[in-house]
């Protein structure tokens, strides 16, 4: 049975810095996409950041770019996303995801129908 597990999330101070974890099980995905999204009270979930599997290749939305940085360890078969200099408008449950399909290219989907695992997410909550 495949499990995504989050960790990492918490309260902090605005420019702050926390480090999500993203532990896999179940089966390996170096070979997959693997991303990380984020939705707020109130707001759609909306995609922040995503890897392809080596790590070489990543992509991340304007709003956290410069800020967050996505990485990945297949030996531990792990995902992380490092948040640093957070602001209040960052609030929200975080969850990571994988997607499974096999692309040409360097294709990285922002698309949340396009992942199909996904975590119980781990809240990150921002004060000002």
């Known amino acids: 049975q495949v499990q995504l597990v989050e960790s990492g999330g918490g309260l902090v101070p605005a420019g702050g810095s926390l480090r999500l974890s993203c532990a896999a099980s179940?089966?390996?995905?170096?070979?997959?996409?693997m991303g990380w999204f984020r939705q707020a009270p109130g707001k759609e979930r909306e995609f922040v950041a995503a890897i392809n599997g080596s790590g070489g290749g990543t992509a991340y939305a304007d709003s956290v770019k410069g800020r967050f940085t996505i990485s990945r360890d297949n030996a531990k078969n792990t995902l992380y996303l490092q948040l640093n200099s957070l602001k209040p408008e960052d609030t929200a449950v975080y969850y990571c995801a994988v997607d499974l399909t096999y692309y040409t290219g360097t294709y990285l989907s922002e698309a949340y129908y396009e992942y199909s695992y996904w975590g119980q997410g781990t809240q990150v909550t921002v004060s000002s």
């Open positions: 179940g089966r390996t995905f170096s070979n997959n996409n």
